[in-house]
C-alpha cells in the first residue's frame, strides 16, 4: 500500500480539490492544519503508478506504508477533538471514550472523516437535530461512510438498523476497527458503488457527505431510499454549487428544510414528500449559519422557521418537518 501526501495552501486547495476528487473519489483525505494557513490532503492506494502520475501533476511525495499500517494509521494519537451539540461528543483516546457514555472515539490519524473537517461536523449537527424528531429505533445509510463516523454517531443517537456503504476497501476496514474501538455492533457495512447500490428496503435517514458532482448524480437514488417523511443529510457542497444542486432538487419529492453554511461549504436536510405536498407548499425552510442567498445571486431565498440568524431549536425543526409532512407553510 501507497501513501501519497502533499502540503498546500487554501488557494491551491481551491484549485485544484474539484480535479483531485475526480481521481481519487472519497479516498481523498482533507486535514486542515490548526493555524488554518495550510492543509494535508492525501490519499492511498496499492498502485503506486496512479500516485505517480497524481504526483508528477499536482507535486507532493508517496511513501510506502508498512505491512501493519493499518492498525498503526489508528493508533490512539493526540488531536483536538470537535465538540457536537450536547448528545456526541467526539473523542481521541481510550480515557475520553470511558470518561463520557455521549462518547464516540475516532483516532485521529484515521483520515476519510474524523470530525474536524467541517463538512463532517455540519453532518454530525444536522444527524443529531433530526434524531430528535425520529422514534427510536430509526434506520439509517451512511452514503460513503469514510471512517463510519456517520454511521457510529447515528448508534449512539438511538438509530436501530444502520447500513455504511464505501467504494473504497480500506474506508470499509478502517470504519469496522472504529466500531471495535466504540464497541458498537449491528451496522452493516458494506463494499459498493453509491452510483449502483439498491437497498431492498426504505430508510428513515439518508446521510451523504460526499462531492457536489456526485451528490447531483445520486440524488434521484437517494429519494428513493428514503421512507415518506425520512430526510436525507447532504454535505460535501461548496458555495458556488448551491445552485446546482437546488437544480437538482426540483421535480424530486424532496423539501428543503435546514441549509447550514460555513466558509465556503454547505450542507442541508431536506425531507421526503410526495409531489402534490411538495407543490402545495408555499415555502422551503431554514436558513443555516449565515443569511440564504439573495435572489438573482444563488437562486431564491430559502423563508425561514425561526428568526434571521438565531440557532434553530430541535423542537422548531420538529415543527417545520411536521408542517411540510403536512404539506403547509411553516409560517
Not at 215 to 241: K, T, Y
Request: proline share 6%; net charge positive; hydrophobic share 40%.
Amino acid at each position: 500500500m501507497f501513501l501519497w501526501r502533499k502540503r498546500a495552501s487554501p488557494r491551491w486547495l481551491a484549485a485544484s480539490e474539484g480535479e483531485l476528487r475526480q481521481i481519487a473519489g472519497n479516498q481523498l483525505a482533507v486535514i486542515e492544519t490548526a493555524s488554518g494557513k495550510t492543509t494535508i490532503v492525501e490519499f492511498a492506494d496499492v498502485d503506486r503508478r496512479k500516485l505517480e502520475r497524481v504526483c508528477g501533476t499536482f507535486g507532493g511525495q508517496i511513501a510506502t506504508l508498512p505491512p501493519d499500517w493499518l492498525r498503526n494509521f489508528l493508533r490512539l494519537s493526540p488531536g483536538k477533538a470537535p465538540k457536537i451539540g450536547k448528545r456526541l461528543k467526539i473523542v481521541r483516546t481510550l480515557a475520553g471514550l470511558k470518561a463520557s457514555a455521549r462518547a464516540l472515539m475516532i483516532p485521529a490519524g484515521a483520515a476519510f472523516g474524523t470530525g474536524e473537517h467541517v463538512t463532517t461536523q455540519m453532518s454530525l449537527y444536522l444527524l443529531g437535530q433530526i434524531s430528535r424528531t425520529l422514534e427510536p429505533g430509526w434506520s439509517l445509510i451512511d452514503l460513503g461512510t469514510g471512517t463510519g463516523i456517520l454511521a457510529l454517531a447515528a448508534k449512539r443517537l438511538g438509530a436501530g438498523k444502520v447500513s455504511a456503504i464505501d467504494l473504497d476497501p480500506i474506508a470499509i476496514l478502517t470504519a469496522k476497527e472504529n466500531a471495535r474501538l466504540n464497541k458498537t455492533r449491528h451496522i452493516e457495512f458494506r463494499v459498493a458503488d453509491v452510483r449502483t447500490v439498491s437497498p431492498a428496503e426504505e430508510f428513515d435517514a439518508v446521510s451523504a457527505n460526499l462531492f457536489s458532482d456526485l451528490l447531483i448524480e445520486i440524488l434521484p437514488r437517494v429519494a428513493r431510499m428514503l421512507r415518506d417523511g425520512g430526510f436525507a443529510i447532504l454535505s460535501g457542497i461548496l458555495h458556488n454549487q448551491e445552485r446546482d444542486l437546488r437544480r437538482a432538487v426540483r421535480g424530486l419529492p424532496l423539501r428543503l428544510l435546514e441549509i447550514r453554511r460555513r466558509g465556503k461549504w454547505i450542507a442541508l436536510v431536506a425531507l421526503k414528500t410526495n409531489l402534490t405536498t411538495r407543490k402545495r407548499a408555499r415555502t422551503l425552510t431554514v436558513s443555516g449559519d449565515f443569511d440564504p442567498p439573495a435572489s438573482g445571486r444563488h437562486g431564491p431565498p430559502v423563508r425561514s422557521c425561526r428568526p434571521k440568524n438565531s440557532p434553530m431549536p430541535s423542537s422548531r425543526l420538529t415543527r417545520c418537518a411536521s408542517r411540510a409532512r403536512a404539506g403547509s407553510s411553516p409560517g
